[in-house]
């Protein structure tokens, strides 16, 4: 299974419709990694933890942060 992969014309984080990669890695001690790269140099980047938290990080392609949350498993 390939997990990553481009995708044309998203909107990106900035508002920009952009073409980009998704990325997904496994780690066995510790999470899920989500990847997203867009054209313009925006960034998404996700993990998901063993116990359900989920963090995840939103990068404008100038580097404002516009996202960083953590979300608790119920
Ligand atoms: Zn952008």
Request: hydrophobic share 30%.
């Amino acid at each position: 299974m390939d997990a990553s992969g481009s995708f044309k014309n998203q909107t990106a984080p900035c508002g920009r419709i952009v073409d980009g990669e998704n990325f997904r890695d496994e780690d066995s001690d510790v999470v899920v990694t989500r990847e997203t790269e867009f054209a313009c140099g925006c960034r998404s980047i996700q993990h998901e933890y063993h116990d359900g938290s989920v963090s995840r990080t939103v990068t404008r392609h100038d580097g404002r942060v516009l996202v960083d949350e953590l979300i608790a498993a119920e």
